[in-house]
């Protein structure tokens, strides 16, 4: 395979994405362009502005006028992007509780999928980019020459989850297991592999190793 243009990253919650699209991105130098942050960001203006997010039609309306923009940091405060909602940066506060909790509602209605899909599909389309989320290499981009899908233990995603929050109140990791569980259940209506997706079972690999096998296949299949 010579270096595919558009490589898509899904799988579950905490089966470590972010961390090996942002590597392999900079090994590649690639554009790193996480999909969820745009749900996020729409999640974020709709609480902002008052809507009841239990309502598909305003939230839908809103998708179509807010502009979500990813840019690379402007700030050296250990974001990986900068993420503007109508020029507004955002990037910290896509990751309060209160997105946390209504993120998973707002990406389940159609009209909100197509628009944040059709947007997806305009950055995707110019190539050299590493795409991750839930559904980026079944809808979003299908034609990308290289899916991959991330797959980790309940177990294993849920002690990685304790550690990244280590600097904060600790977490018992029963609970963090189970509201995994039910990230899982609610993202369940677009988590799955597409068919010629390479599986990549994480579990006890470093993302450096993941990176190194990840190139290796690119190679391998050239
Ligand atoms: O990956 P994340 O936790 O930032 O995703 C936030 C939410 O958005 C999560 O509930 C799944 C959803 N999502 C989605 O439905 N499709 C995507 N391509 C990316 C995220």
Do not use: C
């Not at 995707?124 to 299908?142: C, E, I, N, S, Y």
């Not at 990244?164 to 039910?182: C, F, K, N, W, Y």
């Amino acid at each position: 395979m010579s270096q595919p243009l558009v490589i898509t990253i899904d799988g579950p919650a905490g089966a470590g994405k972010s961390t090996l699209g942002a590597l392999l991105a900079e090994r590649l130098g690639y554009l790193y362009f996480d999909t969820g942050v745009m749900y996020r960001a729409l999640t974020l203006v709709a609480l902002r502005v008052g809507l009841d997010l239990a309502q598909a039609e305003p939230v839908e309306a809103l998708a179509q006028q807010v502009e979500i923009e990813v840019v690379p940091p402007t700030q050296a405060d250990g974001r990986q992007y900068t993420v503007l909602t109508d020029g507004q940066d955002v990037t910290w506060d896509i990751r309060s509780p209160e997105v946390e909790r209504g993120v998973s509602l707002v990406a389940r209605y159609p009209g909100v999928r197509r628009e944040l899909i059709r947007q997806q599909q305009q950055i995707g389309q110019r190539g050299h980019v590493v795409m991750v989320g839930r559904d980026a290499g079944t809808v979003v981009m299908p034609d990308a020459p290289l899916k991959i899908y991330l797959e980790a233990s309940l177990d294993e995603r849920a002690r990685r989850r304790t550690q990244e929050h280590s600097g904060g109140a600790a977490q018992p990791l029963d609970l963090v297991r189970s509201a995994i569980a039910r990230r899982d259940d609610l993202d369940a209506h677009v988590l799955r592999p597409a068919a010629d997706a390479v599986l990549l079972q994480n579990d006890g690999l470093s993302p450096e190793a993941e990176v190194a096998w990840i190139m290796d296949y690119i190679t391998r299949h050239g």
